[in-house]
């Protein structure tokens, strides 16, 4: 891993950032205006972005934010049915990272021209770079990254459990009421996310290399099997069906929780809201769910699409290349706490400031999954919700089989999800 170091790191990255953002003499016209669909952080790091790159680019474009909502299904409902429209003036798309299939199969957004896709790709943690692939092409940039970890209590547990039967086996041991282990375990996307986490942290997955169903027996049994101790637990959340990420931050503020899954919005939370109960704050990889195996997170974030309609797409391609700079990438993670993609950048003083375990976020990226990559994949992820919730319910054993036959029905769209 290369590391950034003083002076002449700032020269490479300031080189980068002027190349990335296309340069050259002002456009004879004025510059273009290419629209940047996202959804506005609340630090404002998006709207700087796009004020530093429109500057940096010498008059050739001026980038400006069009707003979507909050919630990652409400945007990607308006995109697609503008994009369905063949909308033109969509240039730039904020894309989560798992409508990469959905939106290149469909022709929505262009792949990234081969040598600027390379270029992009360099230094970019490997498993960061697979969430914006598909068929061998880049059809969306990286532009940030998101991984879960375990948040434990530091005066409740001693040392950090290594496998999920650890953590069940230390939490019911302590005292009622302060032991409970959150998760997402509602039925939505966050419920998908951790099954898929297990399962690829046992070996398996979902889909084979050619969008098959896969689900092998031993690992999905392995992967219910956790969900079912936990729900089962003495340690289970009496809310924990119902639980998304922010209801298991609050059981652990209020102090119900020894440990928690979660994502790093967390540790400021909770350094804001919880200042007596900060100093106990333990942080530590994921859960394993076979001891000699690393945990597989699966990864979120958000990449950059270039809208296959629009009317100024190498412009646009030039503008999304300097969104994703490192200097770019700094100012998403200190300003509104969204992981860098680049791996050098986990050694620079700001992120290591800003993520004081940023040792421990690159190990997870670099060891992470994807969830199924296919044009499908809504209606996989509705077939896991349904098949295996409530996780109380759960039947190791047979539900395997539901779960191959509804997945296999959403790849070949059989019926309603």
Same mark, same amino acid.
């Given at each position: 891993?290369?590391?950034?170091?003083?002076?002449?790191?700032?020269?490479?990255?300031?080189?980068?950032?002027?190349?990335?953002?296309?340069?050259?003499?002002?456009?004879?016209?004025?510059?273009? %205006?290419?629209?940047?669909?996202?959804?506005?952080?609340?630090?404002?790091?998006?709207?700087?972005a796009?004020?530093?790159?429109?500057?940096?680019?010498?008059?050739?474009?001026?980038?400006?934010?069009?707003?979507?909502?909050?919630?990652?299904?409400?945007?990607? %409902?308006?995109?697609?049915?503008?994009?369905?429209?063949?909308?033109?003036?969509i240039?730039?798309?904020?894309?989560?990272?798992? &409508?990469?299939?959905?939106?290149?199969?469909?022709?929505?957004?262009?792949?990234?021209?081969?040598? @600027?896709?390379?270029?992009?790709?360099?230094?970019?943690?490997?498993?960061?770079?697979?969430?914006?692939q598909?068929?061998?092409?880049?059809?969306?940039?990286?532009?940030?990254?998101?991984?879960?970890?375990?948040?434990?209590?530091?005066?409740?547990?001693?040392?950090?459990?290594?496998? &999920?039967?650890?953590?069940?086996?230390?939490?019911?041991?302590?005292?009622?009421?302060?032991? &409970?282990? %959150?998760?997402?375990?509602? @039925?939505?996307?966050?419920?998908?996310?951790?099954?898929?986490?297990?399962? %690829?942290?046992?070996?398996?997955s979902?889909?084979?290399?050619?969008?098959?169903?896969?689900?092998?027996t031993?690992?999905?049994?392995?992967?219910?099997?956790?969900i079912?101790?936990?729900?089962?637990?003495?340690?289970?959340?009496?809310?924990?069906?119902?639980?998304?990420?922010?209801?298991?931050?609050?059981a652990?503020?209020?102090?119900?929780?020894?440990?928690?899954?979660?994502?790093?919005?967390?540790?400021?939370?909770?350094?804001?809201?919880?200042?007596?109960?900060?100093?106990?704050?333990?942080?530590?990889?994921?859960?394993?769910?076979?001891?000699?195996?690393?945990?597989?997170v699966?990864?979120?974030?958000?990449?950059?699409?270039?809208g296959?309609?629009?009317?100024?797409?190498?412009?646009?391609?030039?503008?999304?290349?300097?969104?994703?700079?490192?200097?770019?990438?700094?100012?998403?993670?200190?300003?509104?706490?969204?992981?860098?993609?680049?791996?050098?950048l986990?050694?620079?003083?700001?992120?290591?400031?800003?993520?004081?375990y940023a040792?421990?976020?690159?190990?997870?990226?670099?060891?992470?999954?994807?969830?199924?990559?296919?044009?499908?994949?809504?209606?996989?992820?509705?077939?896991?919700?349904?098949?295996?919730h409530?996780?109380?319910?759960?039947?190791?054993?047979?539900?395997?089989?539901?779960? @191959?036959?509804?997945?296999?029905?959403?790849?070949?769209?059989?019926?309603?999800?």
């Amino acid at each position: 891993m290369r590391t950034l170091r003083g002076v002449g790191a700032l020269v490479v990255i300031g080189g980068l950032l002027a190349a990335g953002c296309g340069g050259g003499a002002s456009a004879s016209n004025g510059p273009v %205006e290419i629209n940047w669909y996202t959804a506005p952080q609340p630090g404002g790091s998006f709207a700087e972005a796009a004020k530093a790159c429109s500057a940096a680019s010498n008059g050739k474009y001026t980038i400006t934010v069009q707003p979507l909502p909050s919630d990652a299904t409400a945007q990607r %409902e308006q995109l697609v049915r503008r994009l369905a429209a063949h909308d033109s003036t969509i240039d730039l798309i904020s894309m989560d990272v798992i &409508w990469t299939a959905e939106f290149g199969e469909a022709g929505w957004v262009d792949p990234w021209p081969k040598s @600027r896709a390379d270029q992009i790709g360099q230094g970019v943690i490997p498993a960061v770079l697979k969430t914006g692939q598909y068929k061998n092409r880049m059809y969306a940039a990286p532009l940030d990254t998101a991984s879960q970890l375990l948040w434990y209590r530091k005066d409740l547990v001693k040392t950090p459990p290594k496998t &999920w039967a650890e953590m069940i086996q230390m939490a019911d041991q302590l005292p009622k009421n302060k032991n &409970w282990i %959150e998760v997402q375990a509602a @039925r939505y996307e966050g419920y998908t996310v951790w099954f898929n986490t297990l399962l %690829e942290s046992a070996g398996g997955s979902i889909l084979t290399k050619t969008g098959k169903v896969a689900l092998p027996t031993g690992p999905t049994e392995a992967a219910l099997k956790v969900i079912k101790d936990v729900a089962t637990s003495k340690a289970a959340d009496p809310s924990m069906s119902n639980n998304q990420e922010d209801q298991g931050r609050l059981a652990f503020e209020a102090g119900n929780a020894a440990f928690m899954v979660n994502y790093p919005y967390v540790y400021a939370s909770l350094k804001a809201d919880k200042p007596k109960l900060f100093p106990n704050l333990g942080i530590a990889l994921y859960p394993r769910v076979d001891a000699n195996k690393p945990a597989k997170v699966t990864l979120g974030g958000f990449n950059i699409g270039v809208g296959a309609y629009g009317k100024h797409k190498s412009v646009a391609f030039d503008a999304g290349t300097c969104l994703g700079q490192p200097e770019q990438q700094v100012l998403y993670a200190v300003k509104d706490g969204l992981p860098p993609v680049s791996q050098a950048l986990y050694k620079d003083p700001r992120i290591v400031k800003a993520y004081p375990y940023a040792d421990l976020l690159l190990q997870t990226f670099s060891d992470g999954s994807t969830r199924p990559v296919s044009p499908a994949y809504n209606d996989i992820s509705l077939a896991v919700q349904r098949t295996i919730h409530p996780p109380s319910s759960i039947n190791p054993t047979s539900d395997v089989g539901a779960l @191959r036959s509804k997945v296999d029905d959403a790849i070949h769209s059989r019926g309603l999800l």
